[in-house]
């Protein structure tokens, strides 16, 4: 039995999808799952607490303040007491309260105060999946580190309409559940310290000099070695995009506050410096901003070489096992690409041409050439998600199994 043991909260939210639930209860069972089922207020009016109840031969939970379930397990060990928190069906509702913390329903209280993977199986209406709100919602929950399943396209049970957000069939959440919980953590027990963003160097008080960085790639390198299992101190430049989950992210401006933040965080086994830093800070930035005078020629700006930090590391007395390094150029990819390789005394290179045309900078996709000493891999063209995802696996092939 696949699941043995496997302990099972399953939430169950108000859609015409609940009735699937049952099915997908009786399949966990079958796989030596334990169930223990939670059901929103709206899920009642769908299927019975009494048929959820019979399926998985437990009490079920409805009530935040039922004084006989809070004597029982309460709702804090209620979220903790598990192996894994599986939302099916989830409802744009109930997707939007955890997006925003929300907890006023037992459900929601749940998820809020967990602490185990989170699994979610989307239902709902075609329309309502595309809004741009659940699309908001789904992509900070994601962000979160939730995993989904489905929804798939079909047809609608209750209005004949056809679209994407049918619930993923039972057998599909079995999987993605098996999945999820045999997960191989290549990376754990390993450090890994990451850079990403730009760096700021002030001119003034309100002026300064930066690189074009998102920090959408660098993020998301972050996030992927943790979900391998590594410990992950992110430093990042100021960006607009949110804290990866499950990362220890601590925020710079200057480029030599990112050295001092990295140099701090060794010993580690894996550094990968994918910000963007810029190359010079102005000598003596004023303190006071810079008026401009009129009829007088603009101020010059003395500026100084910022310290290279992937060098620093790839050079360190305690130099992780394995250094990256980013190579963005719009120009000669692969050869400047090598040169960096040895001047940074790094193993690795991820090189992207990063031309105004490529859209690159800033974008969602990334098309990047791997230049270690063995040779030049290419890459094909991928969402930064997907190849912060590759990267991590073969950061974890070459660092090998266990600590030493
Ligand atoms: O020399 P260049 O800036 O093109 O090198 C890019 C690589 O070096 C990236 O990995 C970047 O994070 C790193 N870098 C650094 N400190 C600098 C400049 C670049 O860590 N001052």
């Known amino acids: 039995m696949t699941l043995d043991g496997t302990r099972i909260l399953l939430i169950i939210a108000g859609g015409i999808a609940a ?18 089922p939670v059901m929103t207020r709206a899920a009642q009016e769908f299927v019975t607490p009494l048929a959820v109840g019979a399926l998985s031969s437990g009490h079920v939970y409805t009530e935040l303040f039922s004084r006989e379930d809070e004597q029982d397990v309460g709702h804090i060990r209620l979220a903790r007491d598990c192996d894994l928190v599986l939302v099916a069906p989830a409802t744009a ?10 907890a006023d329903d037992l459900a929601s209280t749940v998820l809020l105060a967990s602490d185990r993977p989170i699994l979610i199986a989307p239902a709902m209406n075609p329309k309502m999946w595309a809004a741009a709100a659940t699309q908001r919602n789904l992509a900070v929950l994601k962000n979160d580190g939730v995993d989904v399943v489905g929804p798939l396209e079909g047809e609608m049970a209750e209005s004949g309409e056809r679209g994407l957000g049918r619930m993923a069939e039972p057998l ?4 993605a559940v098996e999945n999820l919980l045999s997960r191989p953590k290549p990376l754990a027990g390993r450090k890994a310290v990451v850079t990403s963003g730009p760096t700021h160097e002030p001119i003034d008080p309100v002026r300064y000099i930066a690189n074009r960085s998102s920090g959408k790639q660098g993020h998301a390198i972050a996030a992927a070695l943790a979900r391998l299992g590594a410990d992950v101190t992110l430093v990042s430049g100021p960006v607009s995009i949110p804290d990866p989950a499950g990362v220890n992210t601590q925020h710079v401006e200057r480029a030599e506050e990112m050295r001092d933040a990295v140099i701090a965080s060794l010993p580690a086994d894996i550094a990968v410096m994918v910000a963007a830093v810029a190359d010079w800070r102005v000598v003596s930035s004023s303190g006071q901003k810079i008026k401009k005078q009129p009829g007088e020629a603009p101020p010059p700006l003395q500026l100084a070489e910022n310290p290279d930090i992937l060098k620093t590391i790839g050079h360190h007395a305690q130099r992780p096992q394995l250094v990256v390094g980013f190579a963005a150029e719009t120009q000669n990819v692969e050869e400047n690409g090598r040169a960096k390789l040895e001047r940074k005394g790094a193993d690795l290179i991820v090189a992207n041409d990063v ?19 063995t040779g030049v891999e290419a890459w094909p063209d991928l969402s930064k998600d997907e190849v912060a995802e590759r990267l991590a696996l073969w950061i974890a092939t070459q660092i090998g199994g266990a600590k030493p």
């Open 93 to 102: 509702d109930l997707m939007a309260k955890m997006a925003h913390g929300m």
């Open 172 to 175: 599909d959440i079995v999987a």
């Open 355 to 373: 031309s105004p045309e490529t859209g690159i900078m800033g974008g969602d996709r990334n098309s990047v050439r791997l230049i270690s000493k």
């Open 19 to 36: 009735y699937k639930s049952l099915d997908l209860i009786r399949r966990l069972r079958e796989r030596g799952a334990v169930v223990r």
